[in-house]
């Protein structure tokens, strides 16, 4: 008698332990699910934040060269924005090919125009430079004003960036007084400037790379903006030259 009530006993103690056991394993797996859903969450939270905080642009951007300073130039303006965008947080890339190689520019708002003070500049600048909307104080002409190098002005709708050539006699003037730099004597060809990196580098040659003279109406060149706080291209358009 003794023995069976033992019995009993310790059967209903297996009874209890086999009826806790998938239940313990039911809430492990609920636990681990939550845990997983939460990494999941957060995972695609932060890839929301990261998207909504790249701001958004579009432009209207063409390339021209003349084969003279005064009519050839490289110009962006913007003709949206999500949010006004500092060009401190911007990097301007140019990629063209020349048939032989591939030319790629970066501009990042560090100096990368020397030797032009004759063009009301002082001895370095960065192009390309601000004009229109944002701009508190244009120089028209002549990007003199240091709220016109590119890394001190803003972009929104209405903004102009532009890079031109050399073009010296005084400054950026009329084709028939300059007496120094680009189609001055020889179309598509520069006049007492030789391209120095450091040392005298115009505008256009700041931008496009040394050798830009050569591009000609109908050549193609990437320009690509990366907005660096994320490293993300928030503009990237295939410009055809004019």
């Known amino acids: ?76 303006t913007v003709t949206s924005v999500s949010e006004p965008i500092q060009t401190k947080d911007l990097k301007l890339t140019t990629r063209w090919s020349d048939g032989a190689n591939t030319k790629v520019t970066v501009t990042d708002g560090s100096y990368n125009v020397f030797g032009w003070s004759g063009a009301g500049m002082g001895s370095s600048a960065t192009a390309p430079w601000g004009y229109g909307a944002g701009i508190q104080s244009v120089n028209s002409g002549k990007p003199g004003n240091s709220d016109q190098q590119f890394g001190n002005y803003v972009l929104m709708a209405g903004t102009t960036m532009k890079a031109i050539p050399a073009g010296q006699g005084g400054g950026y003037v009329s084709y028939s007084t300059a007496s120094s730099g680009y189609g001055i004597s020889t179309p598509y060809e520069y006049t007492d400037w030789t391209y120095t990196s450091g040392s005298k580098v115009d505008g256009m040659q700041a931008v496009l790379g040394e050798g830009w003279e050569d591009l000609r109406t109908g050549d193609v060149v990437t320009v690509t903006l990366t907005y660096t706080p994320n490293g993300r291209n928030i503009f990237e358009k295939d410009v055809v030259v004019e």
């Open 1 to 76: 008698m003794h023995g069976a009530v033992m019995h009993q006993i310790f059967g209903e103690h297996m009874k209890n332990e086999d009826a806790v056991s998938p239940v313990v394993g039911v809430m492990l797996m609920l636990v681990v699910t939550i845990i997983i859903a939460a990494v999941v969450s957060g995972f695609a939270g932060g890839l929301v934040s990261s998207a909504e905080s790249t701001p958004s642009i579009t432009m209207d951007v063409s390339i021209a060269n003349s084969g003279r300073f005064a009519t050839s130039f490289l110009m962006a």
